[in-house]
């Protein structure tokens, strides 16, 4: 099915520990964002990019990295993990913005 | 800047009643705004979008407005199901500022 995958589903990081959250779309968009949302919280965004080789800081960019090497993989790195960055990650894209975005169903990440 | 706010946080409803979701912001200047649902573990699914020259959208059993001078939009729903529980967000702009959600309950 054509869509927004993101892997892994559920990770449990230590302080301290790096990873890299994985977000993948089939449908040739040339936006991709990432948010997060905290619990009782609205989603943030983090990063987005509006095609390959260009990103932008988000609202919260703190702690976090992404590249664009392709139109369709737009990973979002995590260097030194802390507990505050123990939330659900969302991934989208659109193909014209405001319309037609498409999440993933989101990474739920826990650093302790 | 734009804070969106979403009042109020969780709602529960008898099944088939009518009820209306709010969703607030503090800079008028906007472009559009968007209403999402979210079932629990799942991404988001857009509903309806406004845009700023519009005073309201309708899909089926659900109206949304918007009155850009008192910084408010509403989600109207008709008729309640209880397939109709999920948590309801707004989000204003192409950069989607995001409400914190009403998460709502229709009880069979």
């Known amino acids: 099915n054509a869509g927004v995958t993101q892997t892994p589903k559920f990770r449990i990081l230590k302080i301290g520990q790096s990873m890299t959250l994985q977000c993948t779309q089939d449908m040739n968009h040339n936006y991709m964002y990432w948010y997060r949302q905290d619990p009782g919280m609205g989603l943030k965004l983090i990063y987005y990019?509006?095609?390959?080789?260009?990103?932008d800081k988000g609202e919260v960019p703190n702690g976090y990295n992404v590249s664009r090497s392709t139109t369709e993989d737009f990973p979002l790195r995590l260097e030194l993990a802390a507990p505050s960055q123990t939330s659900v990650y969302f991934c989208a894209s659109t193909s014209s913005p405001p319309y037609g975005y498409t999440f993933g169903s989101g990474t739920r990440l826990t650093v302790v | 800047k734009q804070e969106v706010t979403q009042i109020p946080a969780a709602l529960s409803v008898p099944e088939g009643e009518n009820l209306v979701l709010n969703c607030s912001f503090t800079?008028?200047?906007?472009?559009?705004l968007q209403w999402f649902r979210q079932d629990p573990g799942k991404g988001l699914t857009s509903l309806l979008l406004?845009?700023?020259?519009?005073r309201e959208q309708t899909s089926g059993r659900l109206n949304a407005s918007l009155d850009k001078s008192s910084g408010r939009s509403t989600l109207y729903i008709a008729a309640s199901q209880p397939g109709d529980s999920a948590t309801y967000l707004c989000?204003?702009?192409?950069?989607?500022?995001f409400g914190a959600g009403t998460r709502l309950t229709v009880k069979p």
């Open positions: 989000a204003v702009n192409n950069d989607m500022r």
């Open positions: 990019s509006v095609g390959a080789g260009i990103t």
């Open positions: 800079d008028s200047a906007i472009y559009n």
């Open positions: 406004i845009q700023s020259s519009q």
